[in-house]
């Protein structure tokens, strides 16, 4: 499993600045359902995990006593602090790390975040034990993933593009299977949302850097995708193109009794 932590690290090495820019992570009301859920006074200390761009960070640094914001690649930490601090927030501090091994001790932290990038980690469960492990008692957990739907063909069809996209990509769960791997940590699953994101398929692709061989696959293996496929994703298709596609993630808080 240490390749795909490689691959993530190369993906997300050679695409930085493009996530830090990437409407999908940068704009979104699901980062607005994030900052409305958590229960704040303006004193915690809070722990963005994978923190990618920095969106998360960068939205609950004002709001918050510290962030320390963690990723696993060197270049995203540099994009993330750059677009941190020219938001003018001195209250952040940035570490590499990997999600599922954190370099923190126990109940560190008041509030754990998480958002658009679980679906890379190979051991999820072990991410989540170690959101358990840095929380103290009564500490959030506020995720937020792309999920798949319930039924096992949309959930082949989501995860196989995906990977076509992104080869550090490992496995987008279902809303059961987070649901079941969060309360069996311990954690109480308190609120969750359902968001539909339309996934535009040019700048999809381009955040990716993907070359033409692998859009044209990708493009193929979509139209020729079922007819319930089709209306499930809400697949837009135009002279043999395919414009858009809808996902859809969740929001969700757990606490740590």
């Known amino acids: 499993m240490m390749d795909i932590k490689n691959d993530v690290q190369q993906q997300f090495g050679k695409n930085a600045t493009s996530y830090v820019s990437s409407p999908i992570h940068k704009d979104g009301k699901d980062l607005l359902k994030m900052v409305e859920m958590a229960e704040l006074t303006g004193q915690e200390v809070l722990l963005d995990i994978a923190t990618g761009g920095g969106h998360t960070a960068n939205a609950f640094a004002p709001l918050v006593s510290r962030v320390t914001a963690v990723d696993l690649t060197t270049e995203m930490l540099v994009a993330a602090e750059n677009f941190i601090k020219e938001n003018g927030h001195q209250n952040v501090e940035f570490i590499q790390g990997d999600a599922e091994q954190l370099p923190f001790t126990n109940e560190s932290f008041d509030i754990v975040t998480c958002r658009i990038a679980p679906h890379h980690f190979p051991h ?13 008692p009564k500490g959030q957990f ?9 039924k096992n063909d949309y959930d082949q069809f989501y995860n196989t593009i995906e990977k076509i996209r992104d080869y550090s990509h490992f496995r987008a769960w279902k809303k059961s299977e ?20 339309t996934f535009r398929f040019e700048p999809w692709c381009a955040n990716m850097k993907l ?28 002279n043999d193109k395919v414009i858009s596609f809808v996902g859809e993630a969740i929001v969700l808080k757990a606490i740590k009794r």
């Open 211 to 238: 070359p033409e061989s692998e859009k044209n696959q990708l493009t193929q293996l979509i139209l020729k995708s079922s007819k319930e496929i089709q209306e499930k994703f809400r697949i837009q298709i135009e």
């Open 178 to 197: 987070w649901i079941q791997k969060i309360e069996e940590s311990g954690l109480e699953i308190f609120e969750w949302h359902r968001f539909e994101k």
């Open 142 to 150: 506020i995720l937020d993933d792309n999920v798949v739907p319930e």
């Open 124 to 136: 999820v469960d072990s991410f989540i034990k170690e959101v358990h492990r840095v929380l103290k």
